[in-house]
C-alpha cells in the first residue's frame, strides 16, 4: 500500500504585542512620555505622542524630535520607563478575557510568543501580571534587540524562539508599527482596536484581519484564519 506523503501541518505560531494588545497601558504610556518630554523642556499633546505609541524610544523620540542628539533620545527613553515603571505601571489591568485567550491558544496547539517594545522589567511584570508563564514559549524585549518597532528585529527574534518560517506564524497586535514590523519580518498580522488607533489607519497597514479586542479573536476563533493546519515550510 502506498502512503501519501506531504508537508506536515501545524497550528501557526502567535506573536503577541503586549501593550494595548493584552494590556490596557497605552494611555498610561502617553502621560509618561508627555512628563518625560516636559522634564526635557518639551511639550506634545497627547495625540500627537499616541500617534507614535508602539515604537520603543529609540524610534519613537526622533520621530517628534528629529534633531536632538542621541544622548537626549537615550536620556528621554530612560525617563520615560522610570516615570511608567513607578507612577503607572501597578495600575495597568489586563484587557478582559487576555489570559483566557492566552491559555486557551496553547492549549488549541499554538505555540505563543511575547514580542514587546518594552523594557525586559516591564514584560516580565505583565507575564506575572497575565499569570502567563504556563501558556507562553518565550518573550522578547527591547532589551533583545538593537532596534524597536517598526523595525522587524522584536518580530523575527520572537520568531526564532518559534522554530517555526515565517509563512507559518502570524502577529496579533494594535498599532501601525506592529503591522509594518511584521510585515518587515515577512509575518502576517491581526490587528485588534483595543490601543485607540482607528480601523482606517491599522488597515491601511494590511493586516489580514482587524477585531476589537483579543477577546473577540477568541470568540470567532473557528471562522478566524487560526483555527486551520497550516503547511509548515522549510
Known amino acids: 500500500m502506498l502512503a501519501l506523503v506531504g508537508p506536515p501541518m501545524e497550528k ?3 506573536l503577541f504585542d503586549i501593550d494595548g494588545t493584552l494590556v490596557d497601558s497605552n494611555d498610561a504610556h502617553v502621560e509618561a512620555w508627555q512628563r518625560a518630554f516636559a522634564a526635557e523642556g518639551y511639550s506634545f499633546g497627547r495625540t500627537e505622542v499616541h500617534a507614535q505609541v508602539g515604537k520603543g524610544g529609540d524610534n519613537l523620540v526622533p520621530s517628534l524630535l528629529p ?9 528621554l527613553a530612560a525617563t520615560e ?21 492566552l491559555k486557551s491558544l496553547a ?10 517594545s518594552a523594557s525586559r522589567a516591564e514584560v516580565d511584570y505583565y507575564i506575572d501580571l497575565l499569570d502567563a508563564d504556563g501558556f507562553i514559549s518565550g518573550t522578547t524585549s527591547k532589551d533583545d534587540v538593537r532596534r524597536s518597532k517598526p523595525c522587524p ?31 518587515r519580518a515577512g509575518i502576517q498580522a491581526i490587528a485588534v482596536l483595543s490601543g485607540g ?3 482606517e489607519e491599522l488597515a491601511s497597514c494590511t493586516p489580514v484581519a482587524i477585531y476589537d479586542s483579543v477577546r473577540d479573536l477568541e470568540c470567532e476563533y473557528e471562522k478566524s484564519s487560526l483555527a486551520s493546519d497550516w503547511v509548515v515550510t522549510a
Do not use: K, N, W
Open 197 to 199: 488607533f482607528a480601523r
Open 67 to 75: 534633531d536632538v542628539s542621541v544622548e537626549i533620545q537615550e536620556r
Open 107 to 116: 492549549e488549541r496547539g499554538h505555540t505563543v510568543v511575547l514580542a514587546s
Open 81 to 101: 520607563s522610570e516615570i511608567y515603571m513607578r507612577e503607572f505601571m501597578r495600575q495597568v489591568e489586563p484587557f478582559e478575557g487576555a489570559r483566557e485567550v
Open 153 to 183: 528585529d522584536i518580530f523575527t527574534a520572537a520568531l526564532a524562539l518559534t522554530g517555526r518560517p515565517a509563512a507559518s506564524a502570524i502577529v496579533i497586535g494594535d498599532t501601525p508599527y506592529d503591522m509594518v514590523a511584521a510585515r
Open 12 to 14: 501557526p505560531a502567535i
